[in-house]
């Protein structure tokens, strides 16, 4: 039996680090470029995996070189693979990124076999059997309304925990209220958060604990995390990091918080622990290059006691 299975797109990322974003008709110098396995459920789910925890993912990839990575990649942390499925004659997902000096990204998403899941590969019964589903969004509408039925199939069964990114943002706040109603965990960052609300992130986030969300937990870069729930509300400080690359920093974060939630944390100490493997998440080119064991991470002068 797994603890947590993520489900969300599954993405090969093709990142370059340059000079500067470009803007419209200009040329900018490439510095350095990878190749890695992403996705943003996915981020999450590696890196509960390297902390030991058992976990396994629902998705779908091509049957080609970039699939089979994504796979072989899950495999070195122990996530278990078995619900991915495999598809022919469609490619696995890609994310092209830019980043920046700065740290800062633009990507673009070509979905691939991300938009061909269907709600028969989506196995009820093993979502159902584990303590957290942890969502990310896909481009397509089909795979929004699958996850809007399977996030009201699950409610009160296992805690659900929602990542919504800009994608899903963008579809507004009527279209995202079923899922955020049910959400027992929030991870959204500042930008997103105000947009989806059109307040700042602390009145913003207050609203949507009102619709029903257990916890709602706000990445402010540099600035650290903001954290409500019924108890209360938390500013939980960063640790201070020079960014590299900001990629996956919000999933590294995720998956600090919910580790920190299976060891029975509460909801600022499992903010505590996002921070600081966020920290070394954007320590490097890739949203998995630098993430830390469980040794790694509790041996850090900043992990709760």
Request: charged share 25%; glycine share 14%.
């Amino acid at each position: 039996m797994v603890d947590v299975v993520g489900f969300g797109a599954l993405n090969f990322d093709r990142l370059f680090k340059v000079e500067r974003l470009a803007e419209g008709d200009t040329e900018v110098h490439i510095i350095d470029q990878k190749g890695a396995p992403g996705g943003s459920a996915a981020n999450t789910i590696f890196a509960l995996g390297k902390l030991g925890i058992n976990c396994g993912f629902v998705g779908a990839i091509g049957r080609d070189h970039e699939g089979e990575e994504l796979k072989q990649d899950f495999e070195t942390v122990g996530v278990d693979v078995f619900k991915i499925t495999t598809l022919k004659d469609v490619r696995t997902g890609i994310v092209v990124g830019f980043i920046d000096k700065s740290g800062e990204r633009a990507l673009y998403v070509s979905p691939g076999a991300n938009n061909e899941l269907t709600a028969e590969m989506v196995d009820m019964d093993y979502l159902a059997a584990c303590k957290i589903v942890h969502l990310s969004s896909f481009v397509g509408d089909d795979q929004f309304n699958i996850q809007k039925d399977v996030i009201g199939s699950l409610a009160g069964k296992v805690k659900i925990s929602l990542c919504p990114g800009a994608l899903y943002i963008d579809r507004g706040l009527d279209s995202l209220r079923p899922m955020l109603e049910k959400s027992d965990f929030l991870f959204m960052n500042k930008a997103e958060v105000e947009g989806l609300t059109g307040k700042e992130y602390p009145k913003g986030s207050k609203e949507l604990l009102g619709f029903g969300c257990g916890t709602v937990a706000i990445t402010l870069g540099g600035e650290g995390s903001y954290i409500v729930d019924a108890q209360g509300e938390y500013s939980v400080p960063a640790v201070a990091k020079e960014a590299v690359d900001t990629t996956g920093a919000g999933d590294s974060f995720a998956a600090g918080f919910l580790y920190g939630v299976l060891l029975g944390k509460n909801s600022e100490q499992c903010g505590m622990i996002g921070n600081i493997i966020a920290s070394k998440c954007v320590e490097s080119i890739g949203a998995r290059t630098n993430l830390p064991s469980a040794e790694e991470l509790q041996s850090s002068a900043d992990f709760p006691k």
